[in-house]
């Protein structure tokens, strides 16, 4: 099976600030990398799919990048909306066997 | 809109089953498959495995199999995820999340469903 591993856990940063998530798969998944964002309480929620591309309605200061390994989720320039757990997932897997990254709890400082 | 409603929570005692609807509206139910992942309290997002409603397909994570069955009724546009030999373990919110056939990610997601297993 193929392994995502999220760094950092846990990250704190101030408003305005720019904030870097990193996802690393245990062998290469090409782009086929997306990420999601949990609110407390709530169902997650796509932001970015295939490393890069930003899905309708979510905010620009969102962004993805990355193939291969190794990804990274950014926010440009933080929100106080934007407290939340980050989430990476694989859809490479044939069969279809996806994993998630274990997650990054984002916090405001 | 597009949406996912799931069925209420459960209370289950350890070894019965449960089984947990997703009825979808706002598109034509055959043409994605349905997901289902799970997340324990405090704990993060676990893939279960998938349905192609359209033919009945399933795929189930190595961890599931044997434990999970993925069913559908195509006329009232439901899919169903049953769970056996409950443990405590299993007590976790469990989500169904649409994807187009294929390696796509989760575009829609249901409102979750709180399965709490005790004796």
């Known amino acids: ?109 | 809109q597009v949406q996912l409603v799931q069925s209420g929570a459960e209370v289950k005692k350890p070894g019965a089953s449960v089984k947990v609807s997703c009825k979808a509206s706002g598109y034509t139910f055959t043409s994605y498959d349905i997901n289902w992942v799970r997340q324990a309290t405090g704990q993060g997002l676990e893939w279960m495995g998938w349905m192609n409603p359209n033919s009945g397909n399933t795929g189930y994570a190595q961890k599931f199999q044997g434990r999970v069955t993925m069913t559908r009724n195509i006329s009232i546009s439901t899919a169903y995820m049953e769970l056996s030999s409950l443990r405590s373990e299993d007590t976790a919110v469990y989500y169904c999340a649409r994807g187009a056939p294929g390696t796509t990610p989760f575009d829609c997601w249901g409102q979750g469903t709180l399965v709490t297993v005790s004796s």
Do not use: H
Request: aromatic share 12%; charged share 15%.
């Open chain 1, 1 to 109: 099976d193929i392994q995502m591993t999220q760094s950092p856990s846990s990250l704190s940063a101030s408003v305005g600030d720019r904030v870097t998530i990193t996802c690393r798969a245990s062998q290469s998944i090409s782009w086929y990398l997306n990420w999601y964002q949990q609110k407390p309480g709530k169902a997650p929620k796509l932001l970015i799919y295939a490393a890069s591309s930003l899905q309708s309605g979510v905010p620009s200061r969102f962004s993805g990048s990355g193939s291969g390994t190794d990804f990274t989720l950014t926010i440009s320039s933080l929100q106080p909306e934007d407290v939340a757990t980050y989430y990476c997932q694989q859809t490479y897997s044939t069969p279809y066997m996806y994993t998630f990254g274990q997650g990054t709890k984002l916090e405001i400082k």
